[in-house]
């Protein structure tokens, strides 16, 4: 399965969640998931090691959005508490799993493209 492949763009594989090798693959079965080799392709994926960085810059950027906005509604109109948590936790939830998806997949496409999965070190 293993042939030349033209380059693809770590953005587009992060963006798209796919194969960093093909960019036709998935990357994930189920939410956050990390399949273990490309169904297109057949890149061993078993090594990726994304550890907390998509959660750390999930909560920085979505914590800055977040927070920026509160203030800013808080300001503008002075609603009272329920409205804040009617508005902001569920734009969490749903902006933490719409982020960390692309995130993810864009560090372990910048693994491959800087040949740090485990499987694809020279040994």
Not at 7 to 13: I, Y
Not at 17 to 26: A, I, L, Q, S, T
Not at 35 to 53: H, I, K, N, Y
């Amino acid at each position: 399965m293993s042939g030349d492949w033209p380059p693809v763009s770590p953005l587009s594989a992060a963006l798209s969640c796919r194969c960093p090798r093909c960019g036709e693959g998935k990357v994930f079965q189920g939410i956050l998931t990390v399949v273990p080799r490309c169904s297109r392709c057949g890149l061993d994926l078993r090594g990726e090691d994304a550890g907390d960085g998509p959660a750390v810059f999930v909560i920085l950027i979505l914590g800055a959005l977040v927070v920026l906005a509160a203030i800013i509604v808080e300001v503008k109109f002075e609603p009272p508490l329920w409205v804040h948590l009617v508005l902001w936790i569920p734009t969490v939830l749903v902006g933490a799993v719409l982020l960390l998806r692309p995130l993810k997949a864009g560090l372990i496409a910048l693994q491959y493209r800087h040949h740090l999965l485990e499987a694809e070190k020279p040994r």
